[in-house]
């Protein structure tokens, strides 16, 4: 059945219309380079280090400041995680993430803490660290 103009024209000038109104909805699309990506991802793991050390400070969640700080540093790590996910391979951006978090937790646990500092501890938390760039590198290599 043929399409008169002025229908054409209807779903085109619709098509348009629906567009605009999901844009000014807010259903935006980032992109990132892989790059952008990366530095995401690094930023992601800096802010688990934040909540995973808050939930310490935060005392099972019985003081107000600390465990305010753990919701929000937790929120805002894993929206960036799901930001640099759009460019990085999901199994490497999430190794990578916690990877970040359980070593820079680790360290400051030692620095801030008190925590044991033993040649094992260190040694393991250097693997961790070679895992994740290992993880990085083999993905660039890809």
């Known amino acids: 059945m043929p ?16 567009a605009a109104r999901n844009r000014s909805m807010g259903e935006r699309t980032m992109s990132l380079s892989v790059g952008q990506a990366w ?26 400041g600390p465990s305010v700080v753990v919701v929000v540093a937790a929120a805002v790590s894993f929206w960036l995680l799901a930001l640099a996910m759009r460019s990085l391979p999901v199994g490497t951006a999430y190794a990578v993430w916690t990877g970040i978090g359980a070593a820079g937790t680790a360290l400051l646990g030692i620095a801030l803490l008190g925590e044991s500092a033993s040649l094992v501890r260190l040694g393991c938390i250097a693997l961790i660290v070679l895992g994740v760039l290992g993880l990085k590198f083999a993905g660039d290599a890809s």
């Open 3 to 18: 399409v008169s103009a002025r229908e054409s024209g209807m779903r085109t000038m619709a098509g348009v219309a629906r």
């Open 39 to 64: 530095a995401v991802l690094l930023v992601a793991g800096l802010f688990e280090i934040v909540w995973a050390l808050g939930l310490k400070y935060s005392d099972g969640f019985s003081k107000l």
